[in-house]
């Protein structure tokens, strides 16, 4: 067995790569304390691990291998005190590779929803059904990519560009989950913004390594941590660890991001995992703040680990300090106990890479043959919670003069475009959703699950028209423009649907490895729209994408009489679409990013060529925080339909905005030191201690075990650069396990406490001007007022029903991090002395009221 490179030199783990970004090197790597509310998980989990020896401390931390267990991640056990392992498991929007499971809407259409309660909801319906299954961990929710660019593959795994909108809808989904009893991962950490060279090579271009995102303190700050320090603060208690590098040091094992801003700044009490296959060294990743390797193997089933028997070695030759290998088993425990994995865990009933019922345990080696498959229908009533997000997430666009809602009472409904129809391979017939054959209801990639059912918009407006009695047609071929233009001639309604589709780089879909190669309709839906509005006087565009389109062709149409974007709305597609063309429910969804006019609009660009020659691909994060509507704002360029924009079938009124400031106490940057790193039981053992029990047992093939293969340790390790002088690999700092000082802008898990204090009250009173009832979403938005501020930037919504003629009074309490920007030279947030202003409305573009932001805090 060989190791290559898990002792990485120094210059690697700090990012030193000639003049380029530069990640500044952290240790040591901080220890859990069990500070907010995990004093009592920790405390059981000190318990737990104070019993384990090296070895079963090392089996928490190392995945098994790839395909070697039934979910795509598992932990090693302690048979000693029953402890099984841990399943992690896909995804974002449900369980992937999983029988008798709902499909979800995706995480963009929880976005477009801008409510609170039905993440919530929808995250809870998710850990009831992890749970059911046998899950431990769930992977997922994401918010990285956060949407920097709007073809990025992965967007629409996660909310939204704006990372107060997609920090407040995950911190629910993660309460959801984990109120289940759940572990939640939020993920992916930090600036995955892009598929392309997310690990290194693609597409025949060879790189050395994976791309890196060059990004500034403030930016990192004020845009991409900013959800994930909601998540921290809402009590998440796993983080993925992302594939790419930030300054040129890899996300996995950025001493940077992983120990001094995750686990110092954030005070995050948790486990990091590495993405699959994200993980790039042995000693160096532990120190960097790593606690977890997963899928465990170096390569997929290559049977090494930088972890596993070389994590062992590590400690036992004094490389890697016990009290790293004891945070790391505290911190995965800790999750155990915090989310109660203690009082409800059932075993794992399904297995990720066969449905039969019967099958190998230990896959990819066809081992241990068994019943793998119970087939537990875990769904309840899940559909309904589907049927809702989907409905309350669509977002209409354009409605001219009343042409939505349906009465029921049209003679003729033509349906076209490939996207209202089924796939014809079935709607899982395309492994991993690879594929955009028929309605897209989701992206494709690991955030996908298997269809239980989907409801096609064809099999949902149809069954309506003829229940309502009229006539129907659809025509789901992208190639009948001859035969949709005869159809439309005869129809009074015609519904065109188009979609977009994108996912993760492993799969490349018409050429889209992932990212999408531009914003244009896919399955000839812009020439199916030309021709069935040249045709109709009714034409109703219906889109389904992971993002922006761009529409200029056709929107403008004075045969098109509404546009009406429908997102990835999971199996109940057709369902929920007919609640919102029928008006059995209101639209009150608003587009979670921007639709810019061209693609240029964006102003920047996916790094789709090698820009360094063989070395990294580096992509400099030069538009800082004007992404989305930011940049447009900044840039004064007026897109289609600005962020937050949606229609309803009612008008609103918003009125007598009140701003208040409300005294809270002075910021006090958080001081004082850290306790001394603690370790946990048997300090002692030797090599013998753990050489592999050949008569306890049976070894698998490509198993990763935290076994030695013999007492030689560097027999063991079989690694060319065993016994280099550790100063060339251990980086400065990183064994010492004294007291350290606290982070100014920490204190608590999501940071300094007072950072959340609020600090401004807005109140606006909005009104349902309309003949109908509906939702509306009173968007706060704040202008901090510095030279390097964006216009203005969201900071407080929520989604409320209002009937006809009523109104409500709305109070939005603004906290001190809103008002705040962070100051690279203290590493804090401040407030800063430029006058700050509130703006109010239903929109980005949409501010009817403002008032000046007077604040009478410190
Ligand atoms: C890689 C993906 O980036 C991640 O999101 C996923 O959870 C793992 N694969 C496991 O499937």
């Not at 003069?401 to 796939?423: C, H, I, Q, W, Y």
């Not at 600090?759 to 349902?768: K, P």
Request: aromatic share 10%; glycine share 12%; hydrophobic share 35%.
């Amino acid at each position: 067995m060989r190791i290559s490179g898990w002792q990485v030199t120094l210059a690697a783990l700090s990012g030193v790569y000639g003049q380029e970004a530069y990640s500044p090197p952290k240790y040591p790597s901080p220890w859990a304390n069990g500070e907010g509310d995990w004093a009592i998980a920790y405390q059981k989990a000190v318990q737990f691990v104070s019993q384990l020896n090296l070895a079963e401390k090392v089996n928490l931390t190392t995945g098994t291998g790839w395909q070697l267990g039934q979910c795509v991640g598992e932990t090693g056990s302690v048979p000693r005190l029953n402890f099984r392992g841990l399943c992690l498991q896909d995804g974002p929007l449900g369980i992937r590779f999983a029988d008798y499971i709902s499909a979800f809407p995706a995480g963009i259409n929880v976005g477009a929803t801008w409510d609170r309660k039905l993440s919530y909801l929808r995250g809870k319906a998710m850990g009831e059904e992890s749970r059911d299954k046998g899950i431990d961990v769930l992977l997922g929710p994401s918010a990285g990519p956060l949407g920097r660019f709007p073809d990025g593959g992965r967007n629409w795994e996660g909310y939204s560009p704006d990372p107060v909108l997609s920090g407040i809808l995950m911190a629910e989904t993660i309460k959801g989950i984990q109120d289940e009893g759940i572990i939640a991962t939020a993920k992916h950490y930090l600036l995955n913004e892009q598929e392309q060279f997310r690990q290194g090579s693609e597409d025949g271009f060879e790189v050395a390594d994976a791309i890196s995102a060059n990004v500034d303190d403030k930016t990192l700050h004020e845009l991409y941590l900013w959800p994930f320090a909601d998540a921290v603060r809402a009590g998440v208690v796993s983080i993925m660890c992302s594939y790419n590098q930030i300054n040129n040091s890899y996300g996995c094992g950025n001493s940077y991001l992983l120990n001094y801003v995750l686990k110092e700044e954030l005070g995050f009490q948790g486990f990091v995992m590495s993405d699959w296959g994200a993980h790039h060294s042995g000693v160096g990743s532990a120190m960097a703040g790593l606690d977890m390797s997963m899928p465990g193997d170096i390569t997929f089933d290559s049977g090494t680990s930088f972890w596993g028997t070389n994590l062992t070695v590590a400690v036992l030759n004094g490389t890697v300090p016990q009290w790293r290998v004891d945070d790391m088993a505290v911190r995965i425990l800790s999750t155990f106990y915090k989310v109660g994995r203690d009082q409800v865990q059932i075993p794992v009933n399904f297995d990720s890479w066969t449905r039969d019922t019967e099958g190998p345990l230990h896959f990819v080696v066809n081992e241990t043959w068994t019943k793998i498959n119970d087939h537990v229908d875990v769904r309840r009533d899940h559909a309904k919670i589907a049927r809702q997000v989907a409905a309350a997430s669509a977002v209409l666009l354009k409605n001219v003069d009343g042409a939505l809602p349906l009465t029921g009472k049209e003679r003729f409904v033509g349906v076209f475009g490939e996207d209202a129809g089924s796939n014809p391979l079935g709607p899982n017939g395309c492994p991993d959703r690879g594929c955009d054959n028929g309605t897209l209801a989701m992206g494709w990639g690991s955030g996908t699950a298997d269809f239980p059912y989907l409801i096609t918009p064809e099999q949902a407006i149809g069954a309506e028209v003829v229940k309502n009695g009229g006539v129907f047609a659809a025509i789901t071929s992208g190639g009948a423009i001859k035969e949709s233009k005869d159809v439309a001639r005869q129809a009074d309604t015609c519904l065109v649907f188009g979609n977009a589709d994108s996912g993760e780089g492993y799969i490349s879909v018409d050429g889209n490895g992932g990212d999408r190669n531009n914003l244009t309709l896919w399955q000839n839906a812009e020439a199916i729209i030309d021709a069935v509005a040249s045709e109709c006087n009714n034409t109703i565009v219906v889109l389904h994408s992971v993002g922006p389109v761009v529409v200029e062709d056709w929107v403008e149409h004075p045969n098109i009489t509404a546009v009406l974007w429908a997102g990835l709305p999971g199996q109940e597609s057709g369902n929920a679409l007919v609640d919102v063309l029928y008006g059995k429910v209101n639209p009150g969804g608003k587009t979670p990013f921007t639709w810019g006019k061209s693609r240029k609009d964006w102003g920047n660009e996916i790094v789709r060529t090698p820009n360094n020659g063989a070395g990294a691909p580096q992509d400099n994060f030069s538009d800082g925080i004007f992404i989305d509507y930011r940049h447009f704002d900044q840039a004064d360029l007026t897109p289609r339909w600005e962020f937050g924009f949606g229609l309803s079938y009612t008008t609103f009124k918003f009125s007598d905005l009140t701003v208040e400031p409300i005294n809270a106490p002075p910021y006090t940057p958080t001081q004082g030191h850290t306790k001394h790193a603690p370790t946990f039981g048997r300090t002692d053992g030797k090599p013998s201690d753990f050489v592999f029990p050949e008569d306890e047992i049976r070894r698998i093939p490509l198993f990763v075990y935290p076994y030695l293969n013999s007492t030689d340790l560097e027999e063991s390790a079989n690694d060319p650069d065993y016994g280099l002088p550790t100063e060339d690999y251990v980086p400065e700092g990183a064994l010492d396990s004294s007291p350290q000082p606290l982070h100014p802008a920490g204190g608590a898990p999501g940071g300094n406490p007072r950072l959340y204090d609020p600090v401004a009250r807005v109140s606006v009173t909005v009104t349902n001007t309309g003949n109908v009832a509906g939702d509306e979403v009173p968007q706060v938005y704040v202008s901090l007022g510095g030279p390097d501020d964006a216009p203005k930037v969201l900071r407080g919504f929520d989604r409320i029903t209002l009937q006809p003629g009523e109104s409500k009074r709305w109070t939005v309490e603004l906290t001190r991090r809103d008002v705040s920007n962070w100051d690279v030279a203290s590493q804090n947030w401040v407030v800063t002395e430029h006058p700050k202003r509130v703006f109010v409305g239903n929109s980005s573009r949409n501010l009817p009221l403002q008032a000046p932001l007077n604040l009478s805090i410190q």
